[in-house]
């Protein structure tokens, strides 16, 4: 049981890093400045993709922190 609760930390951890890593961020800054005309064809696409990484990403968090605790509670 163990193992499990280690197998599942590790695969949330790593999926919540990538998620958080391949959301983009809320001020584009400069580089929303030099890509602007890119925005306008590809803006939708990735409002629906940065909506699906929020949504993983707190799917992904929700794991971690109950395999963690799991971890902690059960097998001291």
């Keep these: 049981m163990t193992i499990l609760f280690t197998i599942v930390l590790i695969i949330s951890s790593l999926?919540?890093?990538?998620?958080?890593?391949?959301?983009?961020?809320?001020?584009?800054?400069l580089s929303g400045s030099i890509t602007g005309a890119?925005?306008?064809?590809?803006?939708?696409?990735?409002?629906?993709?940065?909506?699906?990484?929020?949504?993983?990403?707190?799917?992904?968090a929700v794991l971690f922190l109950l395999s963690s605790l799991?971890?902690?509670?059960f097998f001291k």
């Design 38 to 60: 890119g925005e306008q064809f590809f803006g939708k696409a990735a409002k629906g993709m940065d909506s699906l990484f929020s949504k993983l990403s707190i799917a992904f």
């Design 15 to 29: 999926g919540l890093i990538a998620t958080v890593l391949l959301q983009s961020g809320k001020s584009a800054g």
């Design 70 to 73: 799991g971890l902690t509670i």
